[in-house]
């Protein structure tokens, strides 16, 4: 059971440069988040989703896209790359609290580290 | 909208101190509260899940309680040790099933 795997563990990019970064879980956890962690800031949710097919933004979404084609993924697209999106980026799922359990606590990955030069 | 606020911000404690985190949430209308850790440059760690329903929770030397209707949790570490230093952060799952984050407490325990 690998729960949350998110890659690549470290990325640099230039100004304007474009780039995913992938998130799977094999928990089969019906909701899936992406967060960005940043200096005296905590943690800022960018993107949720609640299932395959909905996603919905958090407090930070602009500058990135996601989608969720399947339970297993959520991938989070930098369009166009600028320094202030600087950040380590976690990515966390959990069962919805209208899922197969009452247990809905969060699992987060071990984190993407990205440096936009 | 939920807000989540730990204080304090920072901690230092002689080692084997008892110790108490505060976490407060502006909304009471939250389905659980979660108590994570973090180590410097990792990721988060889970340490104990209260359900709404719940008063606390225990996991060896850590309690956690919650009062919903005041909006506050707490994290109790009992005989603190040195590897106990960490950021902790408490989230809450709110009415639209997002999780909120406080921004953390800084602990360091003396040697």
């Known amino acids: 059971n690998a729960g949350v795997t998110q890659t690549p563990k470290f990325q640099v990019l230039k100004t304007g440069q474009s780039m995913t970064l992938q998130c799977a879980q094999d928990?089969?956890?019906?909701?899936m988040s992406w967060y960005r962690q940043d200096p005296g800031m905590g943690l800022r949710l960018i993107h949720y989703s609640v299932g395959a097919g909905i996603t919905d933004q958090g407090e930070v979404p602009n500058g990135y896209n996601v989608s969720r084609s399947t339970t297993e993924d959520f991938p989070l697209r930098l369009l166009s790359a600028a320094p202030s999106q600087t950040s380590v980026y976690f990515c966390a799922s959990s069962y919805t609290r209208t899922g197969r359990t009452s247990n809905y606590g969060y699992t987060f990955g071990s984190g993407t580290r990205l440096t936009v030069v | 909208k939920q807000e989540v606020t730990q204080i304090p911000a920072a901690l230092s404690v002689p080692e084997g101190e008892n110790l108490v985190l505060n976490c407060s949430f502006t909304d009471s209308a939250i389905y659980n509260l979660q108590w994570f850790r973090q180590d410097p440059g990792k990721g988060l760690t889970s340490l104990l899940l209260i359900q709404s329903s719940q008063r606390e929770q225990t996991s060896g030397r850590l309690n956690a309680s919650l009062d919903k209707s005041s909006g506050r949790s707490t994290l109790y570490i009992a005989a603190s040790q040195p590897g106990d230093s960490a950021t902790y952060l408490c989230a809450v799952r709110d009415r639209d099933d997002k999780i909120i984050f406080g921004k953390g407490t800084r602990l360091h325990i003396l040697p």
């Open positions: 928990m089969n956890h019906e909701y």
